[in-house]
């Protein structure tokens, strides 16, 4: 009830295309879901985050598209960049924040 | 600068030698936690804590214990270590009443020989 599913576990594209990863999850008392980008050495920072209120936030080329009847959020990369390659963690937070539960993490690489 | 400060950064011991992992935040946030990152596995929450002298468990806390006796630390003690305990672990903080924004600091790669 508490997991959060991540997938694909790894993702190679090219400089220029569009980078998709996915999470689901069960738990409805869930009420934020942030992505965290963590580069090699260093700890997590957060990337971009949304409440279920809405269907889809965009900052710069990231973009969460959330689906509340699935359970579903996606992390959309656009113009993808090799500066992108990193790990990406999804998550899901309730209580105001006081409990997270992190998705395994999707190592995308990004070809020149 | 606004930052998480973990120590140390890499730790190599041995089995049921105690050890503890500080961790100090400048950012005067009341809510603080542990995670450890494996493999395949992501993140998970060991302990964590809402304000001084308030703790509680997390999804793995076996094995661990915490502190918070001050707003600013929240040090990770393992007691008696073992090889399974060998993993990267986070600290981070938050402040749940702005937003939920966890800042994390750089890591402790621990090997527990």
């Known amino acids: 009830q508490q997991q959060v599913k991540q997938s694909p576990q790894s993702l190679i594209v090219q400089k220029g295309g569009i980078s998709i990863i996915n999470c689901a999850y069960e738990?409805?008392?869930?009420?934020?879901f942030p992505w965290y980008q963590q580069f090699p050495g260093k700890g997590p920072a957060l990337l971009i985050a949304i409440r279920p209120d809405v269907s889809e936030k965009k900052e710069g080329r990231f973009t969460i598209s959330f689906n509340k009847s699935a359970k579903q959020f996606s992390l959309h990369i656009m113009d993808s960049q090799p500066g992108d390659s990193a790990t990406y963690f999804c998550?899901?937070?309730?209580?105001?924040?006081?409990?997270?539960?992190f998705g395994p993490g999707t190592r995308l690489s990004v070809l020149p | 600068e606004a930052q998480v400060t973990q120590n140390p950064r890499y730790l190599i011991t041995v089995t049921g030698k105690k050890l503890t992992v500080t961790c100090s935040q400048n950012m005067n946030h009341e809510y603080m936690s542990w995670y450890r990152q494996d493999p395949g596995l992501g993140l998970r929450q060991i302990y964590y804590?809402?304000?001084?002298?308030?703790?509680d468990k997390g999804d793995v806390p076996e094995g661990y214990k915490v502190s918070r006796k001050e707003k600013r630390n929240f040090p990770l003690i393992l007691e008696s270590p073992s090889p399974n305990q060998t993993s990267l672990y986070f600290c981070a903080s938050s402040s749940p009443g702005a937003d939920e924004k966890l800042f994390f600091g750089s890591g402790t790669q621990l090997s527990v020989l």
């Open positions: 804590s809402m304000n001084v002298e308030v703790t």
């Open positions: 998550a899901a937070t309730w209580n105001y924040g006081q409990n997270f539960v």
């Open positions: 738990n409805t008392a869930f009420d934020y």
